[in-house]
């Protein structure tokens, strides 16, 4: 039997990993798979409360986060094809017309 | 220690390993193949979970559609070897690193604590099924559900509209020419 | 005991189809050279029976050449995913309903999962990884947009594929594929109630594997290779046994989907006996599949390569509308009758 905190702290860890490279990287591409991987260390303890508790809700929310991810990482790197037109490069430290 | 917990714990093992690599590789196409082991483990936690259809959808979606969108666009931008994933440990860096930490030990400080003694619910097996999932989607949760097509047509059409070849003043379509 | 038996099952599928495999590339090169009025190979063994045990050892012995600045590691890997996903889709095929040793009924299907046709697809949208990969990784143009193709295509027919495959889930009501085969086999076969569907299947399934009208991965004429320009040895082997495995999974698809799996019309198989009974199962779902490689040949060497925005347009334009339409038109039907 695994205790439900163990699968808690996994997506807590997954979590502060995607937080650190979110905050730490310089390439848009990569900050989005940290992104992608932030949602699935939701979705793990999503379905682990749905799991321990008996109830399909926590499933269903994860189903509707995969439909938004999908849509999210199409948008998303529609627009990282852009900036690369545009800028050849995806270091967003170089994307700084906005910037005052 | 049964064996289940040792496998667990392997696999978590694994799970944070990959994502660390994920983010400490140099080639983005690296970073990208240990997202897709991860998501993997992850795929097969859930199987531990009971929730079947949740996990395969998490293959077919995740690892089969979305890494590879996210191939592709590394591939097309021949982001190969570029240097921009380099570790420069500068102030802020390391700040955010730090609170990272940070924030890890005051959720597992709370988590560690939060042990009911609990097993899977009776339940789990039955509720990851896609019967029940089905179910439980087209009757309490029909409208989240259809608007959810109507957030997938917008995706599409924003997705075309942004990276159609209109903006042609761009360095790359000058580099072409 | 339910590993060892699995194992076993595993084991003896495994080498079935490797060695089916390895024959069908044989019928493949003899079926093009009747077609093109040669004779083919036949050097090897009595009427070129031997061939494949020739190719397969020229393919071990050879060296594997791997490009200077290529990626070691990922190149390695790539034909190992392309075989992997190919192989372990075979592993909730039912060829046959189940046999009888000293009194214990025993399955004749690796994994009776629930989910069995979600599983098929998830391992098909892993197809990809193998392809792109190993264009990516050999550090050659050529490589490059083959694998480049490969993943837009098979992203591209992979939702027509999904799409075209729920009428018939619609129709039995479940995702197990022994189950499907059961609600065939005492009425209609499915590709009765689901034609235009299987239209739609039988195209994606011919981009998905890859095979013409739709090898643009590989093109030869514009791209060389395509995506294993250069591979070499077995890890070149392992893409083409993965092709050909590929071929076989997407044809016992068709064959449990739509054409009945292992199933005869008008024939008792209670009054068989087991054991008798699987024999015969067995041989019939062989044949089946038998026929649709042939149609997989035939197509082939008749039709000539699309071009990539054709490919493209079809597959957005004709395919997915198609598959949304029969779905819709599969649901108003069943609403209608009940």
């Known amino acids: 039997m695994i205790p439900l905190g163990y699968y808690i702290a996994l997506s807590a860890a997954l979590f502060i990993v995607g937080v650190v490279g979110v905050l730490t990287l310089r390439n848009a591409i990569v900050i989005f798979m940290s992104v992608e991987l932030m949602l699935n260390s939701a979705n793990l303890a999503l379905i682990a409360f749905s799991a321990y508790s008996g109830d399909a809700a926590g499933q269903i929310l994860v189903f509707f986060?995969?439909?938004?991810?999908?849509?999210?990482?199409?948008?998303?790197?529609?627009?990282?094809?852009?900036?690369?037109?545009?800028?050849?490069?995806?270091?967003?430290?170089?994307?700084?017309?906005?910037?005052? | 220690m049964n064996l289940e917990l040792i496998v667990f714990l392997i696999l978590a093992a694994a799970a944070v390993v990959s994502a660390i690599l994920v983010i400490t590789?140099?080639?983005?196409?690296?970073?990208?193949l240990y997202l897709v082991l991860n998501f993997f483990i992850i795929a097969v936690l859930y199987l531990f979970l009971r929730a079947q259809f949740i996990a395969v959808i998490q293959i077919t979606v995740y690892a089969g559609a979305i890494m590879v969108l996210f191939l592709f666009v590394i591939m097309l931008l021949n982001l190969g070897d570029d240097r921009l994933m380099k570790w420069k440990f500068n102030s802020t860096r390391t700040i955010a690193s730090l609170m990272g930490l940070?924030?890890?030990?005051?959720?597992?400080?709370?988590?560690?604590?939060?042990?009911?003694?609990?097993?899977?619910?009776?339940?789990?097996e039955s509720i990851g099924t896609v019967e029940s999932i089905g179910k439980a989607l087209y009757a309490g949760y029909l409208f989240p559900f259809e608007i959810t097509s109507v957030l997938l047509l917008a995706a599409i059409v924003g997705a075309i509209f942004l990276s159609k070849k209109q903006i042609s003043d761009g360095p790359m379509e000058k580099g072409n020419e | 005991m339910i590993a060892i038996e699995a194992l076993i099952k595993i084991v003896v599928l495994v080498v079935i189809i490797l060695t089916i495999v390895a024959y069908l590339v044989l019928l493949e090169r003899k079926i093009s050279a009747y077609m093109q009025d040669r004779i083919?190979?036949?050097r090897v063994g009595p009427k070129g029976l031997f061939q494949p045990l020739a190719d397969v050892l020229k393919l071990?012995?050879?060296?594997?050449?791997?490009?200077?600045?290529?990626n070691k590691f990922i190149h390695a890997l790539a034909p190992v995913i392309s075989i992997t996903v190919a192989v372990g889709a075979l592993a909730v095929i039912?060829?046959?309903?189940?046999?009888?040793?000293?009194?214990?009924?025993?399955?004749?299907?690796?994994?009776?999962?629930?989910?069995?046709?979600?599983?098929?697809?998830a391992l098909s949208s892993l197809g990809v990884y193998g392809i792109t990969l190993s264009g990516w990784a050999s550090n050659n143009k050529y490589s490059l947009l083959g694998g480049l193709r490969s993943s837009a295509q098979m992203i591209s027919y992979e939702l027509s594929l999904g799409l075209s495959l729920v009428g018939v889930l619609?129709?039995?009501?479940?995702?197990?594929?022994?189950?499907?085969?059961?609600?065939?086999?005492?009425?209609?076969?499915?590709?009765?109630?689901?034609?235009i569907g299987f239209l739609v299947f039988v195209t994606a399934a011919f981009a998905e594997t890859n095979r013409l009208p739709f090898d643009l991965p590989e093109a030869e004429p514009e791209l060389v290779g395509g995506y294993h320009t250069e591979y070499s040895g077995m890890r070149w082997g392992l893409f083409f046994l993965s092709e050909y495995t590929n071929m076989i999974v997407s044809s016992a698809l068709m064959v449990t989907l739509y054409f009945g799996g292992w199933s005869?019309?008008?024939?008792?198989?209670?009054?068989?006996?087991?054991?008798?009974?699987?024999?015969?199962?067995?041989?019939?779902?062989?044949?089946?599949?038998?026929?649709?490689?042939?149609?997989?040949?035939?197509?082939?060497?008749?039709?000539?390569?699309?071009?990539?925005?054709?490919?493209?347009?079809?597959?957005?334009?004709?395919?997915?509308?198609?598959?949304?339409?029969?779905?819709?038109?599969?649901?108003?039907?069943?609403?209608?009758?009940?």
């Open chain 1, 65 to 100: 986060v995969i439909a938004v991810a999908a849509a999210e990482s199409a948008v998303g790197l529609a627009i990282i094809i852009a900036l690369f037109r545009n800028k050849l490069t995806v270091n967003i430290d170089e994307v700084n017309v906005l910037k005052w």
């Open chain 2, 25 to 32: 590789r140099k080639n983005p196409v690296t970073s990208a």
């Open chain 2, 102 to 124: 940070a924030l890890l030990a005051e959720i597992l400080f709370y988590v560690i604590n939060f042990t009911t003694g609990a097993g899977l619910s009776p339940q789990a």
């Open chain 3, 40 to 42: 083919g190979p036949n």
């Open chain 3, 60 to 70: 071990v012995l050879k060296e594997m050449i791997v490009p200077a600045k290529a």
């Open chain 3, 94 to 121: 039912p060829f046959a309903n189940y046999i009888v040793i000293g009194g214990q009924k025993i399955s004749l299907l690796i994994a009776n999962v629930n989910i069995g046709v979600l599983y098929i697809l």
């Open chain 3, 170 to 195: 619609m129709i039995d009501g479940t995702l197990q594929l022994d189950k499907i085969t059961m609600a065939q086999s005492g009425g209609l076969w499915n590709i009765i109630y689901q034609p």
């Open chain 3, 264 to 338: 005869l019309p008008f024939v008792n198989y209670s009054a068989l006996g087991a054991n008798l009974a699987a024999l015969v199962q067995f041989v019939t779902f062989f044949a089946k599949l038998g026929i649709l490689i042939f149609v997989f040949m035939w197509v082939r060497w008749t039709l000539p390569r699309f071009r990539y925005d054709q490919l493209m347009n079809v597959g957005w334009k004709i395919m997915l509308p198609l598959a949304i339409l029969n779905l819709l038109g599969t649901g108003a039907v069943m609403l209608a009758l009940k």
